[in-house]
């Protein structure tokens, strides 16, 4: 989480170090935030190939992938892909959205879709689709059609 602050920190002085209200228009390349929960410890990562920042608490991605890690293994849980996204860090956070197509991997789903947002925090992680959905199980499902 410190490094998570420090870097936020570091994008609001690159915000206004040309005037109040002016942000950075140079994009960040191959950019990589680990973001860790409360204890300390790592529980995702936000990469993209270019990340233009808009807000301390805002910046939009290209070719997004946001990697949830196992709190038991430390492993990839889920993925999440985007050719473009906005994130928000809003109560440390992070909730991701978009109006082009998104692909999510996790243990036994996978969904894509477009126009969608997808809340993530310690207690939940929420995916919204609201265009093109399209979502496949890899469960049994007993009695669905009794």
Do not use: C
């Amino acid at each position: 989480m410190i490094r998570l602050l420090a870097l936020l920190f570091g994008l609001s002085v690159l915000g206004y170090a040309a005037g109040p209200g002016v942000a950075a228009q140079a994009p960040v390349r191959d950019f990589r935030l680990p973001i860790s929960g409360p204890d300390g410890q790592r529980t995702a990562f936000i990469q993209g190939d270019t990340v233009l920042y808009h807000s301390t608490t805002e910046f939009s991605v290209k070719q997004l992938h946001f990697t949830e890690l196992s709190p038991q293994t430390g492993r990839p849980a889920t993925v999440l892909v985007a050719e473009e996204a906005v994130v928000n860090l809003v109560n440390k956070t992070p909730v991701i959205h978009g109006d082009k197509s998104v692909r999510l991997i996790g243990q036994g789903i996978e969904a894509s879709g477009a126009d969608w947002t997808y809340t993530f925090d310690a207690h939940q992680k929420k995916l919204s689709l609201r265009r093109d959905v399209r979502v496949v199980l890899a469960a049994e499902l007993k009695g669905l059609l009794q």
